[in-house]
């Protein structure tokens, strides 16, 4: 078995950015992307939300807006996916073109402005194709009009809350006006409350409530989110979302475009942010890390600085699907040179 993506990948980029990825789902939800061989690696062993995961690697969100191709995923050899966002109603988005390749730099600029289906049709979609065993997390977001974007959330978790094995409050969207709204305080303690309260419903199972932030918070913010976060039972955090900053070090002329960056460009804000809330929460809330892994050595950064679980997206558009396999190969080699018999020995250790 080898990987056929640099034969591919010239075709895929000469594509529309969006039309690529949507052939990628396509082909990906047809079962025509061969499985990815992982080797056992029993050093990456890890666990979040009580669960045993092989190894920390995981699609994050953005990917599979719309539960097409999420059931095919094991292919690309991820230990746990997120689907979404979505939103109640179905949302068209912001107008194309709103996904951007930054080549040079490897990155990429997005704003999508949560495009997809709608939570009836994503739903019905997730439930049928979801296989027993496999951990599929679901994005929430509010739709970009709503007059009551606390309550979609609460739609959404009802809607999300027997399938889904984790849900995720993007609370830090950078892409549409009400994306961040929670990042103040009081909404999102009202948001919190209101989610509590969904979860007294006798019968609803409560899957475990997870937070999502970008690194465009400052540290007061951050303070004060984490705080309501912690005092409202919040069961973990993935850190981190795209960012509206452009580091001085991008190259591609696409780097003017607006939108939320991710890939390389994003690595050291993302751990840096992951690291703070490391050392914020004493390492007592399980960190999903995510934002510009692209090597082992990207990987491993994460986990020392506090990551118990970690998420990819932009070097799969880069890399095609053996990333997973070469990520995960080198960061099990860098934790034995470590002299880690274990991934777990590791998290925080530079936190
Ligand atoms: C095209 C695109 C769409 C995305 N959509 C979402 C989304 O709907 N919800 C979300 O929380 N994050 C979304 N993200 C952010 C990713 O989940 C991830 O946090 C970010 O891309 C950083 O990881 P990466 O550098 O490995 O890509 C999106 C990213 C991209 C590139």
Not at 118 to 133: D, I, L, S
Not at 198 to 208: A, C, D, E, K
Not at 229 to 234: F, N, S, T, V
């Amino acid at each position: 078995m080898i990987d056929l993506f640099p034969l591919a990948r010239p075709f895929l980029h000469r594509m529309d950015p969006e039309d690529a990825h949507g052939l990628t789902l396509k082909l990906l939800a047809a079962g025509a992307v061969p499985q990815v061989p992982i080797p056992p690696l029993p050093r990456l062993a890890t666990r979040i939300f009580g669960r045993d995961l092989p190894h920390p690697l995981g699609l994050s969100a953005g990917f599979d807006k719309n539960a097409q191709a999420f059931h095919q995923f094991p292919r690309l050899g991820v230990s746990f996916a997120e689907i979404g966002g979505v939103t109640p109603l179905p949302q068209a988005g912001n107008p194309r073109p709103r996904l951007f390749r930054l080549t040079e730099d490897r990155a990429i600029i997005n704003r999508m402005g949560f495009n997809n289906d709608g939570m009836e049709a994503v739903a019905a979609r997730f439930a049928a194709r979801k296989t027993p065993g496999q951990i599929v997390g679901v994005n929430l977001a509010s739709n970009a009009d709503s007059a009551d974007p606390a309550n979609d959330f609460v739609r959404l978790a009802r809607t999300f809350a027997s399938h889904a094995d984790f849900l995720t409050l993007d609370i830090s969207c950078p892409n549409t006006a009400n994306g961040k709204m929670f990042l103040s305080p009081g909404p999102l303690r009202d948001l919190l409350d209101r989610l509590a309260a969904l979860f007294t419903t006798p019968g609803l199972p409560r899957p475990p409530l997870v937070a999502k932030i970008a690194p465009d918070i400052d540290d007061a913010g951050l303070d004060a989110v984490l705080e309501v976060l912690l005092e409202k039972g919040i069961d973990a955090l993935i850190l981190s979302n795209t960012t509206l900053a452009r580091p001085d070090t991008l190259k591609s002329p696409q780097q003017g475009e607006r939108g939320g960056l991710s890939g390389p460009p994003l690595l050291t804000a993302s751990t840096e942010l992951l690291r703070r809330v490391f050392r914020l929460t004493r390492g007592t809330l399980p960190l999903i890390g995510v934002g510009g892994i692209s090597s082992g050595a990207d990987a491993y950064a994460k986990v020392k600085a506090g990551a118990s679980a970690l998420q990819l997206y932009t070097a799969l558009v880069y890399q095609g699907p053996w990333a997973v396999r070469r990520i995960l190969m080198d960061l099990d080699q860098r934790l034995a040179r470590d002299g880690h018999a274990r991934l777990t020995e590791a998290v925080g250790v530079e936190g």
